[in-house]
């Protein structure tokens, strides 16, 4: 029987970083306060305290620059961070390679391959004694050789960066035209094509094609559960009408939500609900389409997916 293992990753992003306009300043995090009570209810979705959630949690310079300690969320949620350890859920790192030195400065993408590396390797020695992570996932979804590297260099056996089929907008560094939308080892001349065993696997974040209300036409999104019920099912038909599961293969799907899409208080908007209800029917939804066609579903961390997937392929873990 076909095996297909969910895994629901959260990027501990501050509230209104992501969405249609990217405010890079921005700077608070009740999104993830209110995802902490959620996950301490029972309602209004039961599911998701039984999902062990792979946590990307940010620690970065800007963190550093702007509130004084690059690991400002590991310290200011220790107590929280050690019982989602507890439950079994992963906390992984997620930096934003960003340059800003004042809360009123703009802020810049380190998209420099050379500074860019320096700067993961600085922020790593001042991080790691607080985060002790496998997994890593760069903010805004780009990578460069070189970063890659260092990130493989620096310990990580698990990396979920990747976005199949996205480039980012005009000067943006993300370009992932072609890759894989399934774990594989990166070409070390081109990360967007499967290349050689190497220490550091990728696992995507899995993309399929979403129309929000203010598309002219369908685009390449991750899948996002906290979007409204009504474009998330219709994403699922077409990913349903077009998927080919190989008979004995081991599938991997990675889901993405920040935690401000599930934040009421945000204001609901065309594409996502703000609703931890909507999320709850989402998951229910894409766990349903998997058993409809009799394939064994079961939700894990990033680290135990990429584990599986490289004992099912005859790897070494």
């Known amino acids: 029987m076909n095996t297909h293992l969910l895994c629901l990753t959260v990027d501990t992003d501050p509230d209104g970083l992501s969405g249609k306009v990217t405010n890079r300043q921005a700077l608070k995090w009740d999104g993830l306060e209110n995802l902490q009570r959620l996950l301490e209810e029972t309602k209004p979705c039961p599911l998701l305290p039984e999902i062990p959630i792979t946590w990307f ?126 774990p594989y080892f990166p070409s070390p001349a081109d990360l967007r094509k499967a290349g050689p065993l190497r220490a550091l696997l990728e696992l995507p974040m899995n993309t399929w094609v979403v129309k929000a ?43 993405i939500f920040h935690p401000d899409e599930v934040l009421a208080t945000q204001g609901e908007d065309q594409l996502y609900s703000r609703s931890a209800a909507a999320l709850c029917s989402n998951l229910v939804s894409f766990n349903e389409s998997l058993q409809r066609v009799g394939i064994d579903a079961e939700w894990v961390t990033l680290s135990q997916a990429a584990e599986r997937w490289r004992r099912h392929q005859g790897q070494p873990g």
């Open 213 to 255: 209300p203010y598309d002219a036409a369908p685009l390449i999104r991750y899948i996002n559960p906290a979007v409204h019920p009504k474009i998330f099912a219709k994403a699922l038909q077409n990913w349903e009408n077009t998927r080919k599961f190989l008979p004995y293969e081991l599938h991997i799907s990675v889901m």
């Open 57 to 182: 949690v940010r620690a970065d310079g800007q963190l550093e620059s702007i509130l004084g300690d690059a690991s400002y969320l590991l310290h200011k949620y220790d107590s929280w961070w050690s019982n989602v350890r507890n439950a079994g859920h992963e906390i992984a790192w997620h930096p934003h390679l960003y340059r800003q030195s004042r809360s009123e400065d703009e802020v810049v993408i380190i998209n420099d391959p050379a500074e860019a590396k320096d700067e993961l390797e600085r922020l790593w020695t001042n991080v790691r004694t607080s985060l002790r992570a496998t997994s890593f996932r760069n903010g805004e979804g780009w990578h460069t050789q070189e970063t890659y590297a260092t990130v493989e260099r620096l310990g990580f056996l698990c990396d979920s960066t990747a976005i199949p089929g996205r480039i980012g907008g005009a000067g943006h560094p993300m370009n992932w035209e072609g890759a894989p939308n399934r």
